[in-house]
């Protein structure tokens, strides 16, 4: 099944066309979408650097998780709405690009780790996780959130 | 004038055109620039809660000072290296660029801010190091900068819409 007449359906939406033909519109979400992801970065990255042996070493990796996760939750919801109406108002676009689905997929896979796999291992004592694996959990996750980061800049830039 | 003069020659230097005609040079820069961004503005995000008072509180603001600040630098560094390369890529693009000037205002004052509490207030930071509400003056510096770094963002997200200025901005006739 194609996902071609939902794409459709969104670039007709009341809220697309809103945002289409309001001048100031777009770039408001956009702004807020940004100051949203450098907080959502900065709650990433402190817990991954700890899982990594570096930045905040001294303090338990429970209490730097535990301490990231507001700005972690309330940095994606806040980014989930203002990426909704840029998504929709440019939905036919968004669809012919091949960084936008890169974005989605990478998107999907650093969500469902971020909140599964990765939440347990902050939570367990470190002496049972030994030096290796949390190395591992950290760096795969840099490089998922990175990559979404790349795929988003490129949508605009290359499609 | 001297400023606009010094931007025509810099536009106009083969290295300036290479980047400039270049296809990936643009796209590599600016993703370059938000990805390394992230780094520097993450980390000084996390850094400025815990001043104020909102954030990262379990751990004392001397370790996060201190553990954040190199990583914060190394972002600071590759964030610098890829905007002074879009800058000398089209430098009569910004030229004219009201956002381009005001970001660049916004970034001393910044800079000023981090500067002026690392001389004052962070002097006595052994009396406060591990309280979970820093003293007023700490909280103040870092409010500012979350502000500061906020604004920065924006403003050089903002640089793309060159047309959406005040009209006394374009009556000055950069262009």
Not at chain 1, 78 to 87: A, D, E, K
């Amino acid at each position: 099944m194609s996902l071609l007449p939902f794409f459709q359906w969104m670039q007709a939406h009341p809220i697309s066309v809103y945002f289409l033909d309001n001048t100031w519109a777009t770039p408001i979400v956009q702004l807020i979408h940004l100051v949203a992801l450098a907080v959502f970065a900065g709650a990433i990255l402190v817990v991954d650097m700890r899982l990594l042996g570096l930045g905040l070493t001294k303090t338990p990796l429970e209490s730097v998780a535990r301490d990231a996760q507001p700005w972690l939750v309330w940095g994606f919801v806040v980014l989930l709405i203002t990426g909704l109406p840029q998504m929709s108002s440019t939905a036919l676009k968004q669809y012919y690009s091949p960084f936008f689905w890169w974005k989605m997929e990478a998107l999907l896979l650093g969500l469902i780790y971020t909140f599964t796999l990765r939440r347990k291992l902050v939570q367990t004592d470190e002496a049972r996780l030994g030096p290796f694996w949390p190395k591992v959990a950290g760096l795969f996750s840099i490089s998922v959130w990175t990559g979404v980061a790349i795929g988003a800049r490129l949508i605009g830039l290359l499609s | 004038m001297e400023i606009r003069s010094l931007f025509e020659w810099m536009d106009a230097l083969p290295s300036s055109i290479m980047l400039r005609e270049s296809i990936y040079g643009y796209p590599i820069l600016l993703t370059g620039h938000v990805v390394t961004m992230c780094l520097f503005a993450g980390l000084v995000l996390m850094m400025d809660l815990r001043l104020a008072g909102l954030g990262n509180l379990h751990t004392p603001v001397t370790q996060i000072q201190k553990r954040l600040f190199p990583w914060q630098m190394f972002g600071l560094t590759l964030s610098t290296v890829s905007g002074l390369l879009l800058f000398y890529s089209q430098p009569m693009r910004y030229f004219p660029n009201f956002y381009f000037w005001l970001k660049n205002l916004l970034l001393i004052l910044a800079m000023a801010n981090a500067m002026a509490f690392h001389l004052t207030t962070y002097r006595s930071v052994a009396a406060w190091d591990n309280d979970r509400v820093p003293p007023f003056p700490a909280r103040l510096a870092g409010g500012l900068s979350l502000l500061l770094w906020a604004a920065i963002i924006m403003i050089g997200r903002m640089i793309a819409y060159s047309g959406l200025v005040p009209q006394w901005w374009l009556d000055l006739g950069l262009e």
